[in-house]
């Protein structure tokens, strides 16, 4: 009987490695993804993942001891990923109630946007900060993205016209077809930039509001213990300069 219950427990210690073995592989492969947000996450065209956000997961996935891959999809398919937990990290969104119910948000916000208005060069349209007063036929947004409480309180009043990337309501902007394009500056600017369309678009101010981008997480148990692990691998990141440094030397503004 003694030898049996031996057995048994040696078994059951095997059994227990095996499992701790298989749960410590699985939860170390992590997939992150996102769309392309210039300076926070990127492809260069060498296939090199780049930005703000991609560097600080490689840093946490490092110090836990994780291996990390990134794969860039349209936005709307990377939210669906991460919500359907096939993918464990969201790479920038900004958080809202609808998000929160989705996502796992990481305690603290890795990068502040500002949401503004741009305009045609040469146009003497204007924006007073009043959303009630902004013409929604006239008015393109980018599919996907929130614009502050204000805003999303009367997008469905509004009624804007939605552009499914940055890239085309930058062009719809250009051809005439909105007078307005609401959008933030990190992304319009290095867009504009790129499409070589800078000295024919402006910002307007008053800003619209700014927003705060995340890392977020699926909502099943491992995400939770990683989005745990990893918020206090990045409170070590920041309290250390070395987060400060990152954003920096990429031009992203962090938040206080």
Partial sequence: MLRQKTICSFSFAIFALFALLAGSVQAGQIL???????????RTP?????????????VLARQNGDEVKFEIYPWARAQWMVEHEQAQILIGPYKTAEREAKYGFAKRAFYRDIMALYIRKGSDLSWDGNYASLPGPKLGVINGWVYGPQFESLRATIKPVIANTLTNGLNMLLAKRVDFLATNMRNTEATMKTLGISNELQMIEPFMDMQDGYLAYCKNTACEQLRLRYDEWYEQLRDGGALQLMARRLGVRLPP
């Avoid at 992150?32 to 990127?42: K, S």
């Avoid at 060498?46 to 490689?58: K, Q």
């Fill in 32 to 42: 992150a993804v996102g769309t392309e947000f210039a300076n926070v996450f990127e």
């Fill in 46 to 58: 060498n296939g090199e993942f780049t930005g703000l956000g991609a560097d600080i997961i490689r």
